[in-house]
């Protein structure tokens, strides 16, 4: 999840009941949760492992990457891989990160919440950087550290420290292409994630910038938004794809890169409800036309309630960054309260009827 200060239009947390506005078709908890924990035997790792990005390898192999960070005042976040045959039984295939901030680059300070892709015989990885480590942002200004406030000269995203989104590109998870930026630096961008392949030869990006509210943009609240182009590093003709609309929902951002279905692409999402908490919802785009929302839950489809999601350096979240389906159901492979990782899966073809009984109106 997000690590930047909130939205000024985004209030202190209120009461909620939230129980009202369930989907009838919920995500199980794995009873085996958390399926990965901070290890005490790495110093990169001891005090964060969450936000995991998870994907069905052709052989069977569910991969996992996920965000993990240690126990230092600048809180520096590094990539871990981990693999399992079963997709709930997870191992660690290193002891060292696969992945991590750069020495003095656009992603100096950190690597945050992996979305993978398969193209081609190459993973793209959109993942959340900083020119310098978040720190402890759950403590506020009781941080311990503080970044360096730099000079009025300095372009603004390096000042206020913001997250944008880079592109990393893999065919082994051992060789790096650090590609670079792949949104507008000025803008405070993240929960970005490419499309799988071209549609009518564009490329397709999801993506929520927190700046853009008002009325200008439509929405009084960040938002998820829709941007495609020829080339990946040239992301125009941006459109608002999806607003907070329900009561369960404040702001929303996506989760999970977008899955091709009979229906449509196919992408979990989350809103922050008044009680701040993070819940679970489901878009299906227009297989043709990505920018078209032709589905949406009414109801949110998994909400913190077990005590690794209530509880955390974040208090009530649940933040996935990946998804796969296996033997008819759809795996959730989600953050925990900022530390952990848990799985949850539900029936897909429950979850896709349901979301065909959730038609949006194309007006």
């Not at 003709?237 to 929902?249: G, I, N």
């Not at 999970?256 to 999402?269: E, F, H």
């Not at 909400?303 to 209530?310: K, L």
Request: net charge neutral; proline share 9%.
């Amino acid at each position: 999840m997000s690590t930047a200060t909130p939205s000024a239009t985004f209030r202190e947390p209120q009461k909620f009941d939230s129980a009202p506005f369930a989907a009838p078709v919920q995500f199980q908890r794995y009873a085996g949760n958390p399926i990965l924990e901070p290890n005490p035997a790495n110093d990169w790792e001891n005090k964060v492992t969450t936000n995991p990005a998870a994907w069905l390898e052709a052989d069977g192999t569910v991969r996992m990457l996920y965000r993990a960070a240690g126990h230092d005042d600048q809180h520096k976040i590094y990539f871990g891989l981990a693999e399992s045959s079963d997709g709930l039984n997870f191992k660690r295939v290193s002891d060292k990160p696969i992945f991590g901030p750069s020495e003095n680059g656009f992603d100096a300070g950190c690597v945050e919440d992996p979305r993978v892709v398969k193209i081609g015989d190459f993973y793209f990885i959109t993942y959340a950087v900083r020119a310098q480590p978040p720190g402890l942002y759950w403590l506020g200004p009781r941080a311990p550290w503080k970044r360096d406030p730099l000079s009025p000269e300095t372009p603004i995203a390096l000042r206020e420290n913001y997250t944008v989104t880079g592109l990393a590109m893999t065919r082994d998870f051992k060789t790096w292409f650090r590609a670079g930026p792949l949104t507008d630096r000025t803008v405070d961008d993240r929960d970005v994630m490419l499309f799988p392949e071209t549609i009518s030869g564009q490329w397709y990006m999801v993506h929520r910038p927190m700046q853009w509210t008002g009325p200008s943009f439509g929405t009084d609240h960040p938002a998820i938004w829709i941007s495609k182009g020829k080339d990946m590093f040239d992301m125009g003709h941006s459109r608002l794809l999806a607003k907070a609309q329900f009561p369960w929902e404040c702001k929303v951002g996506g989760n999970t890169p977008p899955m091709k279905t009979d229906d449509g692409w196919l992408m979990l999402y989350h809103g922050v409800g008044p009680d701040k908490h993070y819940r679970l919802g489901a878009i299906v785009m227009d297989l043709n036309d990505p920018t078209i929302v032709r589905y949406r839950s009414k109801g949110w489809l998994l909400e913190p309630a077990a005590d690794y999601e209530v509880e955390g350096y974040y208090k009530g979240v649940v933040f996935p960054c990946g998804k796969l389906l296996k033997d008819g159901k759809l795996y959730t492979y989600y953050g925990g309260g900022d530390r952990v990782v848990g799985v949850a899966t539900c029936d897909f073809k429950e979850l896709m009827a349901y979301l065909r009984s959730c038609p949006v109106n194309a007006s």
